[in-house]
Each structure stands twice: as structure tokens, then as C-alpha cells.
């Protein structure tokens, strides 16, 4: 499958995290990425907009503990509604993408490099 240009074709990512700062940081450095970026502060305002979203989200970045519920939930649930949704895992503890749900693309340890996270984006969506 060729690459999509992410400048020709825009793709939403949504960012969860319960520390306004980290979502705040996350959202500004993907809009200059080129992403249209939404975001939430807890899954269940993750799934209350996802729900409500006036455009196709294409991937999810969330923070694996947060008080409502954890990204893995969050990730399972969207698996039942969306399975293609995929989602990336952010946690300060070392976890596997292994026992999480089948639309989990991947599990990524904080602190995380920003440029790494778009990389594993953009691998993920398949675009440059």
C-alpha cells in the first residue's frame, strides 16, 4: 500500500490524558506535525467526543492511568465500537502491547520523545 501524504489528506488524532499540560504540549507539537489534533481529559470525554466528533478520528493517544479509566479500558471499549480505531498507549510503567486489547498499536514509555511518537504515528496511519 503506497504512503498517504499526511499535507494532501487530513487526519485527526485524538489525545487523552488527564494533565492538561502533557495533552496542551501533545496537541501544539502534532498540529505543527501537520495533524488536526482534538483532545480530552479523561476517556470518558474521549468517548463522549469521539462519539459526537464531526470529522473521522484516525488514531488515539492516551495516558494509560487516569482516574476514570484506564487506557486499556478506553482502548477496549473503542475496540468495540471502532476495531480498525487503533490506539497508542503512553504509560510511565513498562507495559506490553501483548495483554492489552487487538486495537492497541502500541505501548509506548514515558517520557516520551514527541518526535518518536509522531514517527510511530505516522507508521501506524501508513503516511509521510
Do not use: W
Request: net charge negative; charged share 15%; with cysteine.
Amino acid at each position: 500500500m503506497a504512503q498517504l501524504n499526511i499535507s494532501s489528506v487530513p487526519i485527526t488524532i485524538m489525545v487523552v490524558d488527564d494533565e492538561p499540560q502533557l495533552t496542551s504540549m501533545l496537541r501544539d507539537f502534532m498540529v505543527r506535525q501537520g495533524f488536526q489534533v482534538l483532545t480530552a481529559d479523561s476517556a470518558s470525554q474521549a468517548l463522549a467526543e469521539l462519539s459526537s466528533a464531526s470529522h473521522e478520528v484516525s488514531l488515539v493517544v492516551t495516558d494509560m492511568t487516569m482516574p476514570d479509566m484506564s487506557g486499556a479500558d478506553l482502548a477496549a471499549v473503542l475496540s468495540s465500537r471502532c476495531a480498525k480505531l487503533p490506539v497508542v498507549i503512553l504509560s510511565g510503567y513498562e507495559l506490553s502491547a501483548r495483554d492489552m486489547p487487538a486495537n492497541v498499536a502500541a505501548v509506548m514509555q514515558k517520557p516520551v520523545r514527541n518526535s518518536s511518537l509522531v514517527a510511530q504515528i505516522r507508521s501506524i496511519l501508513n503516511v509521510e
